[in-house]
């Protein structure tokens, strides 16, 4: 389920964050996609899915963060 484009992204993502913010979203969903396929490095009954969308989360909110309705970059 990799992303190829920020085009394919969830609409929770596009509808929300800045273009830089969804290419930062997208790679590091794709490289936690890749890097938890084996149950066995998930902590939990968590899906692959699940740490993968956490993980994009997580590589976004260290280069920006919400003001308001908004993400801006960090200073």
Known sequence: MPYRTNQELPDSVKD???NHAQAIYREAFD???DEYA???KRR???SREEVAHKVAWA???KKYEKVGEEWKPKD
């Open 59 to 61: 590589a976004v909110k």
């Open 31 to 33: 490289s936690a996609w």
């Open 38 to 40: 084996d149950p066995s």
């Open 44 to 46: 939990g009954a968590e």
């Open 16 to 18: 929300n964050l800045p």
